[in-house]
């Protein structure tokens, strides 16, 4: 890739969550190859900056949506002498849309109209093409373009410490093949069955795998991971709630295999190069699944979005969503073994 010679100064606003977080990494790390000179401020979440903190060459505005107006005003004040080259908004969102206000830019590139929700457009001067396809990523890749970089395969470099895949080893222990299970998404609507959990994980047990379960310290996550846990006879090595998210991150690098439902941690393993068995109803994984391993998802969402909406999916807006609160427990765990069985076939576990 031939780099740019000319220095840009960028500001990323992207807010959250982990997962689009991730995604839009590739992204800065495209533009960061393009230019040999860039200067990226990038401003997030709370949460979301303990991702990013490992990365020495991105500049952190931190933003805590509790903190409302008054947040938003620090942040004016933060970057009042700054002048950005570009300002890429992305993010279409009401909250982040009234906080590029707070941000000097010439250029404030924004989504496509497809994409540009809660009025995004009235807050930028430029848009992006529309992606040939529905996935969160692609519609990322296509803010490069108005800055001259030709869009690449998404890769991603994750700096971690030697700290954290130490502490990750010392947690996944023993020698062999890992599996780590991510039960809970931060909606439980979006998670599976425990029977469904403890089913594939004594499945991969009895086949001498290591399984290990992980998650946030969110007391329903720590809830479901002991049952999942208690199901499986105590013999899962339980860390959900032990990390933070550098070790988590770093934990997930050293897995063979992680399942997940749709949550940030299937886009973590995805930067890290770690094989996703993803397991989807109430979103299309074509939009929102992990990005490499889109192949690896069980997803009951076309069958169940076709039976509320009476039109095949292909009529259907990429966004439309399953409403049943009760979709996730249509995948089956037989689905999910069958998939298990591929991924091992395919990745050689």
């Known amino acids: 890739m031939t780099k740019q010679q000319t220095t840009l100064k960028v500001c990323i606003l992207r807010l959250s969550a982990i997962g689009d977080v991730c995604n839009a990494l590739a992204v800065v790390q495209q533009l960061q190859h393009s230019y040999q000179h860039v200067d990226i401020t990038w401003v997030c979440g709370k949460a979301e900056a303990q991702l990013l903190a490992a990365f020495s060459n991105i500049k952190l505005v931190v933003y805590d949506k509790k903190d409302g107006l ?22 279409a969102a009401l ?43 692609d519609g990322f890749l296509q803010f490069l373009l108005p800055l001259g970089v030709a869009i690449q395969a998404p890769s991603w ?21 890992h599996i780590v299970i991510c039960p809970a998404a931060s909606k439980a609507y979006k998670n599976w069955t425990l029977q469904g959990y403890a089913g594939i994980a004594q499945y991969a047990l009895k086949q001498g795998y290591q399984v290990s379960l992980i998650g946030s310290p969110a007391s329903n996550e720590v809830a479901l991971s002991e049952q999942v846990n208690q199901a499986c006879q105590g013999k899962l090595n339980n ?53 490499n391993y889109r ?33 996730m427990q249509y995948i089956t765990l037989d689905a999910v073994i069958e998939m298990f069985e591929f991924i091992k076939k395919e990745q050689q576990l």
Not at 103 to 119: C, P, Q, S, T
Not at 157 to 177: E, N, R, W, Y
Not at 298 to 324: C, F, H, M, N, Y
């Open 239 to 291: 860390l959900c709630g032990k990390t933070n998210l550098s070790q988590l991150w770093a934990l997930i690098a050293q897995a063979d295999l992680l399942i997940s439902p749709d949550t940030g941690p299937a886009h973590m393993a995805v930067a890290a190069n770690t094989p996703v068995l993803g397991l989807y109803a109430h979103h299309n994984p074509q939009r929102t699944g992990p990005y």
């Open 157 to 177: 470099q994750v700096p971690f410490s030697q700290a954290d895949q130490q502490t990750a080893k010392q947690l996944l222990g023993g020698s062999g093949k």
């Open 95 to 137: 909250r982040a849309s009234l906080l590029s206000c707070c941000i000097r830019a010439k250029r404030r590139i924004g989504f496509d109209k497809g994409r540009a929700k809660d009025g995004q457009w009235l807050f930028t001067n430029e848009k992006i093409a529309a992606a040939n396809s529905a996935h969160v990523l």
């Open 295 to 327: 192949d690896y998802v069980v997803s009951v969402w076309q069958q169940l979005i076709e039976k509320e909406q009476g039109k095949p999916a292909a009529q259907l807006s990429w966004r439309t969503r399953v409403k049943d609160p009760n979709a």
């Open 70 to 91: 008054k947040g938003m005003l620090a942040i004016k004040r933060e970057l009042k002498s700054q002048q950005f080259d570009v300002l890429l908004h992305m993010q």
